[in-house]
């Protein structure tokens, strides 16, 4: 079953113009996706929404997926509105001794010398899709946003050394201005896109110095934490792997 976490963020309401996609709801709802239909559901709106921004992807009865999605250590997070899913991003950790868990390891080579300095690893956010059918401005950036702060909120949590994100060219300049994530080696090809992705990165105390990270929506409370440690516990708990991902305490 789908955990539903104690996760909220620091605003009063989504915008009204978008009718029935929010209803009289003034937050996001987040869960950690562990139930078979929830995750074909977000594999779903995952590939509506690339097949949507013009990308050539194979589907399997409308699911975008990849080998990542099944490994111990990959977290799928769903983002619902009103009780509709609407939003989900994918947390890949990596392990103490390898990278080869992160999609985003065998295309930028500059990680492999970073990873020695890093002593409790990296988690990469990847696959943040949000449903294409919703076309309000103002709400996909709310929403997109929703989805960021739940992945610094876990990192939070599980004491990473290091947020890393490959994003379009079109998005690099707002991980470096309310994250101050910096560019780790050079950009390279990425799937599933023919144009080259550049790889973000940098740390949970880089990104909380931002003075945008601690306005009403971006900051995290130690209620939202604890959530987030509880849930994402018992999710790696159960994996093969979860004695290799350090939670923090």
Same mark, same amino acid.
Request: aromatic content about 10%; hydrophobic content about 40%; glycine content about 6%.
């Given at each position: 079953m789908s955990q539903t976490l104690a996760f909220r963020p620091r605003q009063d309401s989504l915008p009204t113009?978008?009718?029935?996609?929010?209803?009289? @709801?003034?937050s996001f709802e987040l869960r950690i996706l562990e139930d078979d239909n929830d995750i074909r559901e977000a594999l779903r709106l995952r590939g509506r929404a690339y097949s949507a921004i013009g990308y050539d992807i194979e589907k399997s009865d409308g699911q975008y997926t990849d080998h990542f999605d099944t490994l111990?250590?990959?977290? *799928? $997070?769903?983002?619902?509105?009103?009780?509709?899913?609407?939003?989900?991003?994918?947390?890949c950790f990596s *392990?103490? !001794?390898?990278? #080869?868990? *992160?999609?985003? #390891?065998?295309h930028y080579p500059a990680l492999?010398?970073?990873?020695?300095? !890093?002593s409790h690893g990296f988690?990469?956010? @990847?696959? *943040?899709? +949000?449903?294409?059918?919703?076309n309000n401005i103002s709400y996909r950036t709310t929403l997109y946003a929703f989805l960021v702060r739940a992945s610094l909120t876990a990192a939070l949590a599980t004491g990473v050394s290091m947020l890393l994100i490959a994003t379009r060219p079109d998005w690099v300049k707002f991980y470096r201005y309310m994250l101050g994530f910096q560019q +780790?080696?050079?950009? #390279? $090809?990425?799937?599933?896109?023919?144009?080259? +992705?550049?790889?973000?990165g940098g740390s949970l105390e880089q990104a909380r110095m931002r003075q945008r990270l !601690?306005?009403? $929506? $971006?900051?995290i409370t130690e209620e939202e934490i #604890? @959530?987030? !440690?509880?849930?994402?516990?018992?999710a790696l708990s159960r994996t093969d792997h979860a004695e290799e991902i350090k939670i923090a305490v």
């Amino acid at each position: 079953m789908s955990q539903t976490l104690a996760f909220r963020p620091r605003q009063d309401s989504l915008p009204t113009e978008e009718g029935s996609w929010h209803g009289n @709801s003034k937050s996001f709802e987040l869960r950690i996706l562990e139930d078979d239909n929830d995750i074909r559901e977000a594999l779903r709106l995952r590939g509506r929404a690339y097949s949507a921004i013009g990308y050539d992807i194979e589907k399997s009865d409308g699911q975008y997926t990849d080998h990542f999605d099944t490994l111990a250590t990959t977290v *799928l $997070f769903g983002a619902y509105d009103s009780g509709r899913l609407v939003g989900s991003v994918r947390l890949c950790f990596s *392990l103490p !001794q390898s990278l #080869a868990t *992160l999609p985003c #390891a065998s295309h930028y080579p500059a990680l492999k010398d970073m990873h020695r300095s !890093q002593s409790h690893g990296f988690v990469e956010i @990847s696959r *943040l899709s +949000i449903e294409p059918n919703v076309n309000n401005i103002s709400y996909r950036t709310t929403l997109y946003a929703f989805l960021v702060r739940a992945s610094l909120t876990a990192a939070l949590a599980t004491g990473v050394s290091m947020l890393l994100i490959a994003t379009r060219p079109d998005w690099v300049k707002f991980y470096r201005y309310m994250l101050g994530f910096q560019q +780790i080696g050079e950009p #390279a $090809f990425y799937p599933p896109g023919d144009f080259k +992705i550049t790889l973000l990165g940098g740390s949970l105390e880089q990104a909380r110095m931002r003075q945008r990270l !601690q306005n009403r $929506f $971006f900051k995290i409370t130690e209620e939202e934490i #604890a @959530s987030m !440690q509880n849930a994402i516990g018992r999710a790696l708990s159960r994996t093969d792997h979860a004695e290799e991902i350090k939670i923090a305490v």
